[in-house]
């Protein structure tokens, strides 16, 4: 969590970190702030200190929520920088960034970098701090980074905003549940009370209104019918008509309102009945599921739990990614990932990835799943739980995981 | 324009280039993709050919939505290049990248790199692409990059959307005139129907649903009062009460749901009436707005315009960034910029920035503004120009330009 940045920083031999990047959302520079909207700001920390962030006078006003030390880049005289470089804006910042540590007491030293930019401005960027400051060896991690490993556990402030997402997530799925429960069936149709024929488009249309009204963002919400749910990541198409008797992926991932913490959910539905093949589906995906939490033990290797899923579908005689890395149907995706202000965090519960234990304070997804689109159908139940500090493993989706929807009418 | 693609690679001497990044929202992915919601996808180009789509198994559904040619990574060897690089990902996607692009027809050359992702992953991801692959040369452009060049002018497709997202943009701003205006009075707070208090955070929820119903999405929206009108990007207190005769920056800036093109417009608000320095800060500003109109004309370069508002600004005896660049008040920001799939794009309306010039198909704001926090006000007015194909510079912004709401109760 946040409080082990130093010590993070301490078994990296790292003196200071810079995170940095454009008008992109910026999950380091998000977690580091408390989420102020910041598009030009940079934050400076050295190790054993606080962090700095510096930003543009015109973004001072909104920098100060950030709770941090907060100076702008006008009084640390970039402007002059930049007039001296003639106007090169990656001169004037590798200078500007030697001015601003050697303000915080640093001179020299290794300095490691973060946050999120355009690939080609970072590299030209890189390429001019080396040349100008040969005093700093700048890192970049590539794997097991000094951000996913603080962000791998949640502190209570954390957990308590992930707590509160989850609620009015659940919420909205119950609210989406009860409308379609009380829609009116004509043949495989579904209406409203005003004799609309209902959409996917006019479902997802709800979701975002009610994920708005409880301050929540869409996030391209997964919500996939019949072939479109055999493909884990279809969104669904907005004009298709909404039908009885298919399979229905409803994946809602929602964040906080202008980026933040995020819930992450599954839950696949049938309208009124569930063919035979469906339902059978479903039973192994459920199976799947209960032996995940079953498996699940505290500082046990996240890998064994994949692969006592592996196990079932592959008994099963479901094909997995483990028994043909081609297939594109079976079981064809890891089984969980950490979530936080990225909605795909560390730690993954993975075949491939042998190296997360279960640890208090992950927030992690279980979500196996089955996908046959030629077929005409996938299958996926999705909890999102935390790690308590008792390093039990408990569910933060409340929600129900009944397969088929009764129609009311 | 998309159409100059080859061209602008020809002039670069560049045989490839490959968009590539993580799951950020990735302007130049969405550039070439159309808006196809692919988070895992990289796009390889060689020169004079078509774009390749590399894409995820799980979104392969999502990524036929681009209308560019779609292959699997799963289908083009990406797992067992994994497999044999024992779970290393940095050195799986070089040798997988030397894999597609000579299955192109292209074993060595200069292939520019291009995208959004995480510093520390570019930069690791570069160091092992010069390692493995010695036969490529990997350029990053820092300035006037091929994407900036190419995004300069909007084809006709993307003005009639940047066309559609303005006119629903306008009718949201008149609804919230139209709101505040019926509003009831008393002293110097308002009330809606129901007798409950406004506040700023009231307005932004209707903003935000506003937008929502017509397809557009809220972008941190800035609707600033009194003294936070004087900061030109504080996003305005949600829980401040709305009161008459202050100052009210309401920067409206929201792109299609789920990414996409924005429009970008500004008004500053009284309501009720104007205290005399905002009204004639306000006709300074709508000075400066109607001097940089004029003074616009094809093929000029660009700065020439902001010079004029600075002397305009400073004969006024206004503080500006060019007679002091470190004024926290005045006239502290560039005249303009360009908007597309980024809300910031080039050219760039500057004094520092000498290389732009007018050109046909720019999409551009024009946006002087007065700053003042001190005496509790700011002042900005803005509208998104096109620079139609007569090279006439046309407003997109029809929304009037008053600056008292007058209550018509």
């Given at each position: 969590m946040k409080s082990d940045l130093d010590r993070l920083m301490q078994e990296r031999d790292m003196d200071a970190f810079v995170v940095t990047g454009g008008e992109e959302f910026n999950a380091i520079r998000f977690y580091l702030s408390k989420g102020a909207h910041i598009t030009h700001g940079s934050i400076f920390k050295s190790r054993g200190q606080e962090p700095l962030l510096v930003c543009s006078r015109m973004e001072l006003e909104e920098a100060q929520k950030s709770g941090l030390k907060v100076r702008t880049d006008a009084e640390l005289g970039f402007h002059e920088r930049l007039a001296a470089a003639e106007g090169d804006s990656y001169t004037a910042t590798a200078q500007f960034w030697a001015d601003v540590l050697s303000e915080m007491g640093l001179n020299g030293g290794r300095v490691g970098l973060y946050g999120t930019w355009q690939i080609n401005k970072t590299i030209a960027q890189l390429g001019v701090l080396q040349e100008h400051l040969p005093q700093y060896e700048f890192l970049a991690e590539g794997k097991r980074t000094l951000f996913e490993e603080a962000m791998l556990t949640k502190d209570q402030q954390e957990i308590s905003r992930l707590k509160s997402v989850a609620e009015r997530a659940n919420s909205v799925m119950e609210t989406v549940w009860d409308y379609i429960a009380g829609l009116d069936v004509e043949g495989e149709f579904l209406f409203d009370e005003s004799g609309q024929q209902v959409t996917i488009g006019d479902i997802k249309g709800l979701v975002r209104r009610e994920l708005m009204a409880c301050g929540l963002e869409d996030t391209n919400t997964i919500f996939a019918q019949g072939r479109d749910a055999g493909f884990p990541h279809s969104r669904g198409e907005a004009d298709m008509p909404l039908k009885t008797g298919q399979a229905i992926v409803f994946d809602l991932f929602p964040r906080e309102q202008g980026g933040g913490y995020h819930h992450d959910m599954t839950r696949t539905w049938c309208i009124g009945y569930a063919p035979?093949?469906?339902?059978?589906?479903?039973?192994t995906v459920m199976?799947?599921?209960?032996i995940s939490v079953e498996s699940f033990g505290l500082n046990k290797p996240t890998h064994l739990m994949q692969e006592a899923?592996?196990?079932?579908?592959?008994?099963?005689?479901?094909?997995?990614?483990?028994?043909d890395p081609r297939?594109?149907?079976?079981?064809?995706?890891?089984?969980?990932?950490g979530v936080g202000i990225d909605i795909h965090e560390s730690p993954s519960i993975s075949h491939t990835r042998r190296d997360d234990v279960f640890?208090?304070?992950?927030?992690?997804?279980?979500?196996?799943?089955?996908?046959?689109?030629?077929r005409g159908y996938g299958v996926r139940v999705e909890d999102l739980f935390v790690i308590d500090e008792s390093g039990a493993l408990v569910s933060l989706t409340s929600f129900r995981k009944d397969l088929v929807?009764?129609?009311s009418k």
């Open positions: 035979p093949e469906v339902r059978d589906a479903y039973d199976e799947a599921f209960d899923v592996l196990d079932h579908y592959e008994a099963k005689g479901h094909a997995t990614i483990r028994s297939t594109m149907e079976g079981y064809i995706h890891t089984l969980g990932h640890q208090i304070g992950n927030v992690l997804t279980i979500e196996p799943g089955l996908y046959y689109p030629d929807i009764p129609l």
